[in-house]
């Protein structure tokens, strides 16, 4: 088959046929593996249907239950997960095919104590908000009747931590008066935890370690730190270890290990996954550039390579590994730019694919010549991007589309289809498309990472521009079809970029901040805001009004095509709206699409054909 056929069947329905693997599981022994399979839509209305893959490592896995989050108990015989089977939108607690327990609230994480007796776990109450990540809507179950009205209050809604009896499904809320806990990590004894006072999604921003005896019901304060807390941990001898870093998002961050007691181990390693091994060592994964690594980190700073390259593996915005007890075996979600997403096993210092998910559609949509690309920002800092060029081109200059990452503190990573397989439907239509990891971004360590704190909008964009200025000169791109887009903070540089320069013939920024003021009041996650800008809310002549493109949209002049969900937390819809308004308001065209039932981004099937074929149209209407 032709290139130029393959290529041209690259559509939007062909790319969501997709499959996802997620967070993988296996036994102590090795033996035995579970997956949570995504696909890459939900069908309307209806939550994303996740399906556990389960089998022997060296057999055959076969598609199971609706559930996610696996873990095996200690002894590999009984695989305990979580579903909303039966009450769609609100996971309970699964062991072996039977519900277990009775949790009020849906299950974001479970745990078994080491005897394989108990199992702790983490509950969001229904009403809870869910993180940007993971689309920023409320924790509720499918089709239940709304508020009405609906009263706000702080301190509503909270997560917590509940203990179940394996054998009789007996549970106990166990969380102390008054926290909150947003993860933990249990060997059996007490809990360490991340902890806040406030249930409040922007109170994860000044979260704190905390030492639960569950027992008691009580907390002890053992860490309150500078930035951001991820994967808590605590050894069988009591040890407690967790990352800290600058980080935008709650799931997602990036930073280094710190030990209670100790501090800082082996900051060169921008982790995102922690997990002992023993006392005196941890297996960690994070990113590296734009790959990801594995390995085990001595606590006195030595480190042992397992995995790492230009791929990506474990959680799609988070790598992480499932390891067997005595570190022979290691499985994860793997892709890179050539291979699709498929479950995959490292034994020996080899790596060998699991699974099959993606053989039929993957050859389909390999639209895309990916390159690594470098250029010299302004300041002679080195930039590097991801660069898809359509493996079948013609000679000469080619139609660009820019695509700036959420976060800020995130990252463009090698990927098979990123973007939601945005790329891989332009290429086959003939554009070019630059995923840029400007400053401000994860896998080059902390000081790269906080180099947009307090200046978002600044250098990054300076990145994107001088980025653009590279491919030109370089006669890869035509400097006169440009165009810019992005999400979530995509979304507000793709809005800032177009009220600063006249660079761009088209934008399509998504999930949009445009009015920092009135973000800060409506959002979710009013911590953010203070973090990145740091200025004060209510100066009329400070960075909340002058960082806002909606107070600079009069000069604007690039046809704009604003996408948004209509029940994001995060990024509200009304951020859109005043946008919108204001470029309207300064005779610039524009167009907004707005998504019922979405929150920070679109999962449902027809609105993801929908937003990548507005995408493409609107590209083919002003970039030719």
Same mark, same amino acid.
């Given at each position: 088959m032709a290139t130029t056929e393959r290529a041209a069947r690259v559509t939007p329905e062909l790319v969501i046929q997709l499959l996802w693997p997620g967070e993988v599981s296996l036994s102590a022994d090795g033996k035995r593996i579970a997956a949570a399979v995504a696909p890459s839509f939900r069908e309307k209305g209806k939550p994303m249907e996740i399906r556990l893959w389960v089998g022997d490592v060296d057999g055959e896995l076969q598609p199971g239950e609706l559930g996610a989050i696996p873990r095996f108990s200690p002894d590999g015989s009984r695989l305990a997960y979580a579903s909303d089977k039966g009450h769609e939108g609100r996971r309970s607690l699964w062991v072996d095919g039977a519900e277990l327990g009775e949790i009020p609230g849906s299950v974001e994480d479970i745990s078994w104590s080491p005897d394989g007796a108990k199992l702790l776990v983490l509950a969001a109450d229904l009403g809870a908000d869910k993180a940007g990540a993971e689309t920023a809507t409320k924790v509720r179950e499918t089709g239940a009747d709304p508020d009405d009205p609906k009263v706000l209050r702080p301190a509503q809604f909270w997560r917590r931590l509940w203990l179940v009896d394996a054998a009789s499904g007996e549970t106990r809320d166990v969380t102390p008066e008054n926290v909150n806990v947003f993860e933990f990590g249990w060997a059996g004894g007490?809990?360490?935890?991340?902890?806040?006072?406030?249930?409040? $999604?922007?109170? &994860?921003?000044?979260? =704190?370690? +905390?030492?639960?005896?569950?027992? $008691?019901?009580? %907390? $002890?304060?053992?860490?309150?730190?500078?930035?951001?807390?991820?994967?808590p941990r605590i050894s069988p001898g009591g040890r407690v270890a967790f990352i800290e870093g600058f980080s935008s998002?709650?799931?997602?961050?990036?930073?280094? %290990?710190? /030990?209670?007691?100790? +501090?800082? %181990?082996?900051?060169?390693?921008? /982790?995102? &996954?922690?997990?002992?091994?023993?006392?005196? #060592? !941890? =297996?960690?994964?994070? &990113?590296?550039?734009?790959?990801?690594?594995?390995?085990?980190?001595?606590?006195?700073?030595? *480190?042992?390579?397992?995995?790492?390259?230009?791929?990506?593996?474990?959680?799609?915005?988070?790598?992480?590994l499932a390891l067997s007890a005595d570190g022979s075996r290691a499985a994860?979600? *793997?892709d890179n730019a050539d291979e699709p997403p498929e479950v995959v096993l490292w034994e020996n210092g080899k790596r060998r694919t699991l699974t099959s998910l993606n053989a039929g559609v993957a050859p389909k949509v390999a639209s895309i010549e990916w390159r690594s690309y470098r250029w010299t920002s302004f300041d002679g800092l080195e930039i590097e991007g991801l660069l898809a060029l359509p493996r079948d081109r013609q000679d000469g200059p080619l139609p660009l589309l820019v695509a700036a990452h959420g976060g800020p503190t995130g990252c463009w990573f090698w990927g098979f289809a990123p973007a939601n397989g945005l790329p891989n439907v332009l290429a086959s239509a003939g554009y070019a498309m630059l995923l840029p990891n400007v400053r401000g971004s994860t896998g080059r360590g902390p000081e790269f990472a906080e180099a947009n704190l307090g200046d978002m909008g600044g250098g990054d964009l300076q990145d994107i521009l001088t980025g653009i200025d590279a491919l030109a000169r370089d006669g890869i791109v035509d400097d006169k079809r440009v165009a810019i887009t992005g999400g979530s903070y995509g979304g507000f540089m793709a809005c800032w970029a177009i009220t600063q320069t006249d660079r761009f013939a088209a934008a399509i920024p998504m999930a949009v901040v445009t009015?920092?003021?009135?973000?800060?009041?409506?959002?979710?996650?009013?911590?953010?805001?203070?973090?990145? !800008?740091?200025?004060? #809310?209510?100066?009329?002549?400070?960075?909340?009004?002058?960082?806002?493109? /909606?107070?600079?949209?009069?000069?604007?002049?690039?046809?704009? !095509?604003?996408?948004?969900?209509?029940?994001?937390?995060?990024?509200?819809?009304?951020?859109?709206? $005043?946008? *919108?308004?204001? !470029?309207?308001?300064?005779?610039?065209?524009?167009?907004?699409? %707005?998504?019922p039932r979405e929150g920070h981004g679109w999962t449902e099937r027809e609105h993801q054909i929908d937003a990548m074929n507005r995408v493409r149209e609107w590209l083919a209407r002003h970039l030719g």
């Open positions: 007490k809990v360490a935890a991340i902890c806040t006072d406030d249930p409040s $999604e922007s109170a &994860w921003y000044e979260a =704190w370690i +905390g030492l639960i005896d569950i027992d $008691e019901r009580s %907390v $002890e304060r053992v860490h309150t730190p500078k930035w951001q807390l991820q994967a998002d709650r799931g997602v961050a990036t930073g280094t %290990v710190h /030990v209670l007691g100790q +501090g800082a %181990v082996a900051p060169e390693h921008h /982790v995102t &996954w922690i997990e002992f091994a023993d006392e005196d #060592t !941890l =297996w960690v994964a994070g &990113w590296r550039d734009n790959g990801s690594f594995a390995g085990r980190l001595s606590l006195d700073g030595s *480190y042992e390579e397992l995995a790492g390259g230009q791929a990506t593996f474990g959680l799609r915005y988070a790598p992480a994860a979600a *793997y009015n920092w003021v009135s973000f800060h009041s409506t959002t979710n996650i009013g911590q953010f805001d203070r973090l990145f !800008l740091q200025a004060d #809310t209510y100066d009329a002549a400070g960075d909340y009004t002058r960082r806002s493109p /909606v107070y600079h949209a009069a000069k604007c002049r690039t046809p704009t !095509l604003i996408l948004h969900g209509e029940d994001d937390l995060c990024t509200p819809l009304p951020q859109a709206v $005043e946008f *919108y308004n204001a !470029l309207v308001e300064a005779g610039c065209e524009a167009e907004l699409v %707005v998504y």
